[in-house]
């Protein structure tokens, strides 16, 4: 499966984005997703995972309460809509797929997953 994620940009602490994540070709229907981002000289870490149903999602610590994600499978699209955004937020951010069986499962280790798309730059200014 083929991911595109965009919606990145420059905002201000404080403001709103929200991140799309597309499929080409192939239907997210059977993949658990997730938002992972890494910011400049650090690993990648999660951001939020999402269950292929839709309804079991895993967020990092850091963006509980700010950050939803969120997944339209007749749509092919993965979402990650973000409010109160900080400086600290400021990371490529990357959408990824898991092959999985089960409509349950949230995977917040990069190591399930099997697909990622390019990566889309968030700048959070002060």
């Known amino acids: 499966v083929q991911l595109q994620a965009f919606g990145g940009g420059l905002v201000q602490a404080g403001d709103s984005l929200r991140l799309t994540c597309t499929s080409a070709g192939q239907t997210i229907n059977n993949y658990a997703m997730g938002w992972f981002r890494q910011a400049l000289g650090k690993e990648r870490d999660i951001v939020a995972a999402?269950?292929?149903?839709?309804?079991?999602?895993r967020y990092a610590d850091s963006v509980k309460g700010r950050f939803t994600i969120s997944r339209d499978n007749a749509k092919n699209t993965l979402y990650l809509q973000m409010h109160e955004l900080r400086p600290e937020d400021t990371a490529v951010y990357y959408c990824a797929a898991a092959e999985v069986g089960n409509y349950y499962s949230a995977f917040v280790s990069g190591a399930e997953y099997d697909y990622w798309g390019q990566g889309t730059l968030v700048t959070v200014s002060s």
């Open positions: 999402i269950s292929r149903n839709n309804i079991n999602k």
